[in-house]
Each structure stands twice: as C-alpha cells, then as structure tokens.
C-alpha cells in the first residue's frame, strides 16, 4: 500500500505549472517521481519560477493553450513520442480579460470562455487518442469554488479598494462548464480506464493581492470555516491522489479544496 501514490516512471503534463497554483502542483508531482512536462507560453518565467530546480526529471514545453485543438494534439504526440506515454494531464492555465458586471463586451466574455472553457476541451480532446491506445490516463481539470457558488459582493468585494478583486460572471460560469464537462468525459472515458476528475481551489489568492491589500486578505478569511486562505502546496494531497493509482475508482468527481468555503 506504501506505494500506491508513487507516479515513477509517469509523464504529466501541467499547463500553466509555474504559475501560482502550477507550481504548487508540479512540486508535489515531482516529489512523488514524475517526468513533468510544464507547458507555457513564457520559458522566462518558467525559469525565474524553479530557478534553483535541478531536477532532470523537470522540462519546459512552448504551448500556448489558445493554439487550436490539432496544435493541442501535436504537442501531445510529441510529449508521446519523447517520453513514451502521456499518463497525467492538468489542465490548469487558462486566460480571461473582462471584470465588469454590466458592461462587460461580447469579446470579452468569448474570450474568457475560450481560455477557461474551451482550452480544456481541446486538451482533453487533443489526449484522448494517445489515452485510449494506451487504455490508461488521469486527467484533472482545476476548476474554482465560484464554479459551485457566487461571490458575496457585498461582503467581500465593496470599499477599502476590494472593488478591484470582484470575481466576473464570465469566470465563475466558465468555471462550472469544467465542473460538467469532466463529468460528460468520465463517462465518455471510462471504457478505456481513463479517470477524469476536477479540483475546485478557494479561496487562494496571489502574494501580490496579499501583499496590496491585508484587509481584502482579512474578508477572505473570516469567510471560510478555517479562517485561512490557500496555499499551492494545499493542493499536493489532492493532486497526488488523482494521478496515482490511488484514484483508479474516482471518476467524474469534483473535489472543492478551500478550507469549507462552499459549506456555508
């Protein structure tokens, strides 16, 4: 049983896994013996992220996931061919633009479906013939918190500069599109002994918005049962489970990591 997390000799893709959460997720993959894959648009960052990472089992992937679905797929069989499986996907990145209520553009809001919604489509998409070949795979999708309930704008988002940090429409219900179609994919996959399941982070908030605004960061904790925001590393358990063998009964679940945000 010691050994039912360890990912050795699995390849995992991260989309966005240096980012605030990516990294957070990476680290703990590569803890537990994967060959990760973080694929980004920005090898830049990706250095300034794991700067002393010397980790050989530790590679970088030019990929913007705005590309096209069959872009999606070629980088798949690449990471296929080099590695020779493609076993764990997240798909974690994602890009949005518009915080407006009521004046929010079209543009706008398809923009952010695209990079929220549509990115994961095309990724999962993108994977499935390799999964299927190999008659194996874990793809976890990161969701949020406001996927399964609203912001309380008042509460949270009104005065002392909280304005800024309002949580858009186009985001959360985005957001709860994931939620679903990991769902639709779980039972679409499972034939093929691919598990598909979402993590629904929350609250976790930036160093810089923790940074700017204490007060904002102070809302946000007496909000949750715990009386704490997130950390990357909180995701390690979670993420761990779902790539493993650990999880090779879990499917089409949603699993909200957020110190009891979406019980009350």
């Known amino acids: ?45 990706f250095h300034e992220r794991f700067p002393d990472f010397n980790n050989p089992r530790l590679h970088f992937l030019q990929f ?13 069989n690449d990471i296929k061919r080099n590695f020779g499986s ?42 499935i013939p390799i999964m299927k070949v190999q008659n194996s795979g874990k793809i976890i ?12 704008f008042e509460k949270l988002y009104s005065g002392d500069g909280c304005e800024k940090y309002t949580n858009p429409p186009h985001y959360g219900a985005a957001k709860a599109g994931v939620i679903q179609l ?43 049962p715990l009386n704490k925001i997130g950390r990357p590393e909180d995701l390690a358990g979670m993420s761990i489970l779902l790539s493993s063998e650990a999880s090779d009964f879990i499917t089409g679940q949603n699993f909200s990591i957020d110190g009891g945000w979406t019980i009350w």
């Open 182 to 224: 990991t769902k639709y994919f779980a039972v679409y996959l499972g034939k093929y002994n691919i598990q598909v399941n979402a993590i629904s982070p929350g609250p976790f908030s930036k160093l810089q918005i923790q940074e700017e605004n204490p007060e904002f960061i102070q809302r946000l904790k007496i909000s949750n």
């Open 86 to 127: 493609l076993d764990i996907i997240f798909n974690n990145a994602h890009f949005a633009f518009g915080n407006s209520q009521e004046s929010m553009k079209d543009e706008d809001w398809n923009y952010t479906m695209e990079g929220v919604l549509g990115s994961v489509h095309k990724s999962i998409k993108g994977a």
């Open 141 to 152: 999708n990161i969701a949020s918190m406001y996927g399964s309930v609203s912001p309380n």
């Open 64 to 76: 913007d996931i705005g590309d096209s679905g069959d872009i999606f797929a070629s980088k798949f």
């Open 1 to 45: 049983m010691k050994n039912i997390f360890d990912l050795t000799n699995k390849v995992a893709v991260i989309t966005g896994g240096y980012g605030h959460l990516g990294k957070g997720i990476t680290e703990a993959l590569l803890a537990f013996g994967a060959e990760v894959v973080v694929a980004g648009r920005n090898e830049k960052k």
